[in-house]
């Protein structure tokens, strides 16, 4: 087994804490009091925030300038090449590293109070702590799978919580609303992923930053940032996939909204992440 040095280890606790939260409250917060739920909710978040801290003291202090953390080999691709399930910590992720889990800690603990008389409120948690989970995988993912990964997961996330009060035929209407529209944005950033793999050959950071040559200009290169736009668009509501923002303020969701303002933000971050090869 390879050595794994501390920032290793870190970006893999970053990544691991809140689906472990997920996992517990997902499959025995029934079981728990509303105290133990939240508690675990909230400290799956606390271990992401702390590391997160700790990898950026290393960044500062020289330690390293990018660093690429591959956890397992994904997807092979062919001879030679395949799409890894790594993590790329790099001062564009850790800005939205210390965003996310910052702003994502602070959410826990308000809505601890918030939700407490919900009978729900387990299942609020798990579904939280996966939307952070998929956020950190869409911004620490070193390919456009990854991202990809993280950004569907954000979308179903988004979904579960707008419509987490289901009894209420508005807010389920407000849900599917919502996944339809993003499922445009999705397609989209799908159609860019396959004009770069098709002319490009790969859809690692990496490949694209370092061993691509993209002509000024180019008609491709214009279509796939273009398509790229597009899924970005879709996730935080601009003009013209904006329609779904208004209704999907419905339920818990609604009281989340600074989060999902920060999420607004981390699509543009990440639609800068995804065209920087480009230009």
Known sequence: MPHLSTIDLALSGIVAAPFIGFLLNGL????????????????????????????LVQYLGGAFEAHTTTLFEWIPLGVGSSIGFSLLADPLSLVMLMVVTGVGLLIHIYSAGYMHDDDGLYKFFAYMNLFVFSMLLLVLGSNFVLMFAGWEGVGLCSFLLIGFWFKNSDY??????????????????????????????????A??????AFATNDPTVIAITLLLFVGAAGKSAQIPLYTWLPDAMAGPYARISTYTRCYDGYSRRIYDRAVQPLV
């Open 28 to 55: 025995l917060g029934k079981n728990l009091s509303k105290s133990i739920a939240s508690l675990i909710g909230i400290s799956a978040i606390g271990v992401s925030f702390a590391l997160s801290i700790l990898l």
């Open 207 to 212: 490949d694209l930053l370092h061993g691509t």
């Open 172 to 205: 389920n209407a407000a849900a599917k609303k919502a996944f339809v529209m993003n499922r445009i944005g999705d397609l989209g950033f799908l159609l860019g992923m396959f004009l770069l793999f098709a002319n490009y050959g790969s859809l690692n950071y």
